[in-house]
């Protein structure tokens, strides 16, 4: 598999707006770790996006924030930090938006929503 990201992150926020902590949380870092793995493995073994992305020069630090429902189905999707190529930017709205839904919002979470904020160093 190509070597597409270099280094990502993940944080979850409640419906209030907080960041969910991880840190001494075993449940909800794991919950992180594989909603991580969806994401990044999707832009990873998308062939539309790999191409883009070989001709995009330059590395990307790209930003998304967007919202999941109880059941995991994406409501909205922005992007905070634009790749600077509107294709590249497409391309990830794309993936995201055929992905339609993440994994359901575990129970112990007590949140009825979730904003996850994204971020990934993309290499070409």
């Known amino acids: 598999s190509p070597n597409t990201i270099s280094s990502s992150s993940l944080i979850m926020r409640g419906k209030n707006g907080n960041i969910i902590p991880t840190e001494h949380n075993l449940k909800c870092a794991t919950y992180l770790d594989q909603t991580a793995k969806i994401l990044s493995s999707n832009f990873i073994y998308n062939k539309e996006?790999?191409?883009?992305l070989k001709q995009h020069k330059a590395t990307s630090h790209i930003g998304l924030s967007f919202k999941i429902n109880l059941d995991g189905k994406?409501?909205?999707l922005d992007i905070k930090n634009s790749s600077n190529d509107i294709l590249l930017d497409q391309?990830?709205?794309?993936?995201?938006n055929n992905l339609h839904y993440l994994i359901p919002i575990p129970e112990y979470l007590k949140e009825e929503e979730l904003?996850?904020?994204?971020?990934?160093?993309?290499?070409?």
Do not use: E
Request: glycine share 0%; hydrophobic share 50%; proline share 0%.
């Open 49 to 52: 996006f790999q191409q883009q």
């Open 74 to 76: 994406i409501l909205k």
């Open 91 to 96: 391309y990830i709205i794309n993936i995201l």
């Open 115 to 124: 904003t996850l904020d994204f971020r990934a160093i993309l290499n070409h």
